[in-house]
């Protein structure tokens, strides 16, 4: 069911008018439409009969004029002159006794342009015309005596007695005259086909019979042929002079929609609608082969007027009836809307609060009694009220016990967790923050003020420690997680973390995350050392053995090949072989002080210098090996890049090693890229490639002496490459994916020189 009252959402005295002006405007609304439809119907019924006798009227007046016309054409084609004239048988003598006879005649009618005749072939043998004032017969020569073809091919066809009807406009004395021809065959005495009789009545006459049949209800009275073309318009009168070649625009059909010119055009009586007008058609010599219609056009407007003016006079009476009704409705409803409103008013104050407050309506009815009941109830609300403060006072009293209890409580439990040298956060579901311990700030570097109500990704780490979140994974599993993750510290030094996610557990489901987090950098940094520490061992004793055992071998033998390659009688071949070994030795050299200089590099000599600087230095040491290979070159380097505190021998070094490198990765065409740009405390040095890439089973080694891929490889480059970027305080990182490149990055400080003495314990 339709609810009105959430719909309209009025008011009492809005319901009640409506009510009242909906009861009294009803019955007149139903019974005055009732009355139009009915008067609508009853006038458009009388009109359309009565435009329907208009237009029969016309018919009949229009065909006493055109059957005069057909009698007067049958008369003078049964006259024995004229068809002893068509035959052949007259002589100039008889044509001019035929001519006189007819001129005599159309001056009686006077309504006839020109009567003439033509024999079987459209030779014209006699013609009569309107000249001025009077009848008189043409001259036989000249183009008047020319053009019956028309004519013939007109009544081709035709039967006896039948004749053609046709509007033409003729050319006669200078200027163009619109007529009504009429052309009935001519037969001789044998009933063979001997000529024509064509008379040509002015249509000015016609159209006079068919204006002085004006219609009382003000429509068009239209003649219309069977193709569609005017005959006669009111509205186009002033045309009628011109050519029907170029009346062609003129059509029945342009002017009035599909379904109505063909109820016109239907050779019947009857009736046709359009949107504007009403229609009543007729047809016209429907007797013979020539069919023309009559019709009237009447607009809507003119028939339905009474309709309008009733209508207005109606809604005129029906505006002033439901005007005082609703000035009657407003009186009778303020009888009952200004009680309630007193009664809502005081409901109102007692709402507030005042449950003193009393009403009073003196109406004596149900509204009245309702107001006793908003007493009663203010009343009992008033000792509820009373009650409700004693319980409040005792309320707040053991609230702010409890209060101070857990208040001193929660001060002795943050003092523990403060004075741990873990921080403790806990997250919300979507990694909120909502609470954080002292250490917290330490360790982050963010105040804990500013933190409560972000999300820790938002503060925390970067993407790569984001990346496998063990506070999600501890929300999804329920279980306690923990892992150690790699960032860069506020100062742009490499720095470890360990988080232990600690799932809160409510309902049965994981709802909160506490998250312990610690800096294990410095326990890395010494298992690092350890480690490093043992490599560095094992590789000294095998350079201190490669050195002495290997390199003065090496020597020798360099020393022996060389004498060998002075002799003059060494052939080509023998030549060749000796450069072959040569290279070979030399290339062991250079493998033996790679390893001697990873186990014993020289220190260090640490001052401010211009990254940029080293970086094109680096790559124009690296440009012989690169355009020797075809690799192409891209250096994107940042302008205005703060010093660095570094060994220029020791880095220049790293980054000759990274770009060979990346150059041996890709093929001849490849590209090599180095970039550099600032981040909030390092400067960042990137090298990339596009070639083939490193597998993900390697990357966790690529950094170990000794691991390489490369046959031509000693394993030893990135091992030089992380102790130099380390000697410096900084770090170093490799993506990488298999054909589709790699990409070194080496952050470095700006903000920290280091000593010489750091820069070995780094080493």
Known sequence: MIDLNRILKLNIRSKLTVAFVGIAML???????????????????????????????????????????????????????????????????????????????????????????????????????????????????????????????????????????????????????????????????????????????????????????????????????????????????????????????????????????????????????????????????????????????????????PVASFKRFFFIFFILFVGASAVLAYFATVQFTRPIRGLQEGAEVIAAGDFGHRLRTGTYDEIERLAEAFNRMAESLQDREAQIRRHESELEALVAERTRELSEEKGRLQAVLDNVPSAFVMLDPDLTIRSASAAFERITGHALDRVRGMKCYDLLWDERACSNCSARRALQSGQIVADVSQVAGQEGDARYIERVAIPIRANGRAERVLEVITDVTERKRIEAQMIRSEKLAIVGEMASVIAHEVRNSLTSVKMILQLEMERQDLNETDREALEVAVSS???????????????RPTPPVFAPHDVNRIVEEAIALAQYQLNRKGVRTAGRLTPGLPAVTADESHLKEAFVNLILNASAAVLEGGNVAVETRRTDATVEVTVSDDGCGIPEAHLGRIFDPFFTTRPDGTGLGLSIVRRAVEQHGGTISVESRERQGTRFTVRLPVSKPLSVEEGLKAS
Request: net charge neutral; charged share 20%; aromatic share 10%.
């Open 585 to 599: 030795v030399r290339r062991m050299e250079s493998m033996v002080s790679d390893l001697l200089r990873f186990a």
């Open 27 to 305: 019955p007149l609304l139903i019974v005055g439409l009732y009355a139009i439809r009915m008067h609508t119907r009853s006038l458009q019924d009388s009109q359309i009969l009565h435009l329907g006798h208009d237009v029969l009227t016309i018919r009949e007046r229009t065909e006493t004029f055109l059957n005069g016309v057909e009698g007067d054409v049958r008369f003078l084609s049964r006259s024995p002159a004229l068809l002893a004239l068509v035959e052949g048988e007259g002589d100039e003598m008889r044509r001019q006794s035929v001519a006189d006879h007819v001129a005599a005649f159309a001056q009686a009618k006077r309504i006839y342009y020109q009567i003439w005749y033509a024999d079987r072939e459209g030779q014209v043998m006699m013609k009569v015309r309107w000249q001025g004032n009077r009848y008189a017969a043409l001259p036989q020569k000249g183009p008047d005596w020319t053009g019956a073809s028309y004519y013939l091919h007109l009544i081709e066809g035709l039967r006896p007695g039948q004749f053609a009807v046709a509007p033409v406009e003729l050319t006669g004395d200078g200027e163009l005259v619109a007529a009504i021809s009429y052309a009935l065959p001519v037969f001789g005495r044998s009933g063979a086909f001997a000529g024509i009789v064509v008379a040509d009545v002015f249509a000015r006459d016609l159209f006079r019979v068919v204006e002085r049949s004006h219609s009382s209800l003000g429509g068009k009275i239209i003649l219309v042929s069977q193709e569609g073309y005017y005959l006669y318009h009111p509205d186009k009168k002033r045309e009628w002079s011109k050519l029907l070649a170029s009346r062609h625009e003129d059509t029945l059909q342009r002017d009035y929609p599909p379904e109505v010119t063909a109820s016109i055009l239907s050779g019947q009586a009857g009736t046709a609608f359009s949107s504007e007008s009403v229609i009543a058609h007729a047809p016209l010599l429907n007797h013979g082969p020539s069919i023309y219609t009559v019709f009237e056009s009447v607009p809507m407007s003119a028939i339905f007027a």
